[in-house]
């Protein structure tokens, strides 16, 4: 609720700092970005509406509040946006370069996460610090 001042309402502006969080698509060894395909996959609106929430991310990092973002399992998280009956969430984690990582988007067709979708993305999780362990000794 917004404050009232003899009567009126005062309207808050919040402007940004200027920095952005950085955002990566998580690469399956034969360069394909699976998040990205999903994406591709969605209608026009409901990818617009999944684009907004990344780029929420990007602007809001790691206080991107509820009900757009919230903790899935350990270290993942979740985006969340709904189009029509479509619940659209993706997966994401902040990398060791504090790098958010897009792992595994997926409608969800049930109340609860699926342990399928979230093994796909602890999966992704693990294959993509095992990368950056290795670029970070042959550095």
Do not use: C
Not at 24 to 31: H, I, R, S
Not at 40 to 68: I, N
Not at 93 to 105: I, M, P, Q, Y
């Amino acid at each position: 609720m917004l404050p009232r001042v003899a009567g009126a309402v005062i309207s808050l502006m919040v402007y940004p700092i200027g920095v952005e969080w950085a955002v990566d698509f998580y690469q399956e060894p034969d360069g394909s970005a699976p998040v990205e395909e999903f994406l591709d996959s969605l209608r026009p609106e409901g990818r617009a509406k999944a684009l907004a929430l990344v780029q929420a991310l990007r602007t809001h990092g790691p206080s991107l509040p509820f009900p757009y973002s919230s903790q899935a399992s350990g270290k993942i998280r979740e985006l969340r946006t709904q189009y029509g009956k479509d619940k659209i969430r993706i997966l994401y984690f902040a990398d060791a370069r504090r790098v958010f990582v897009l792992l595994h988007g997926f409608v969800k067709r049930t109340t609860k996460l699926e342990a399928s979708e979230l093994a796909k993305a602890e999966g992704r999780m693990l294959r993509h610090n095992q990368q950056i362990s290795k670029r970070g000794k042959t550095s």
